[in-house]
C-alpha cells in the first residue's frame, strides 16, 4: 500500500484533499476528494460517498492517509467511464 497524507480542502488547490461532511443519520464522516485530468485533459473533480470515502482514507493521530494505489484504481475507472460515454455519443 501506498499511502499519501491528505489535507482538508481549500477551494482552488486541486490535489485528493477530504471534506468534512454529514450523512444522512447527521453523523460526521470525512468525503474523498480527487482531482484529475480526463483523457482529453479536461479537469475532473470526484466528491466520493461515505463508503467509497471510508474505503479509501485512513486516520493516524491528527493525521490522514489515502491509499495511492486504490485513488489511481479509481480515476482509471471514472477515466473509463467517460471515454464509454462518450463512445456512444
Given amino acids: 500500500m501506498a499511502k499519501e497524507q491528505i489535507n482538508q480542502y481549500i477551494k482552488e488547490i486541486k490535489e485528493t484533499s477530504y ?3 454529514m ?3 447527521n453523523n460526521s464522516f470525512k468525503r474523498v476528494c480527487i482531482f484529475f485530468d480526463d483523457d ?4 475532473i473533480e470526484m466528491h466520493l460517498n461515505k463508503n467509497d470515502s471510508a474505503a479509501l482514507i485512513t486516520q493516524e493521530g491528527e493525521n490522514f492517509f ?3 494505489d486504490k485513488v489511481d484504481v479509481r480515476i482509471e475507472a471514472e ?3 467517460i471515454n464509454n460515454i462518450k ?3
Fill in 87 to 89: 463512445s456512444t455519443q
Fill in 79 to 81: 477515466k473509463e467511464f
Fill in 66 to 68: 489515502v491509499d495511492t
Fill in 19 to 21: 471534506l468534512e461532511d
Fill in 40 to 43: 482529453d485533459g479536461n479537469p
Fill in 23 to 25: 450523512d444522512e443519520n
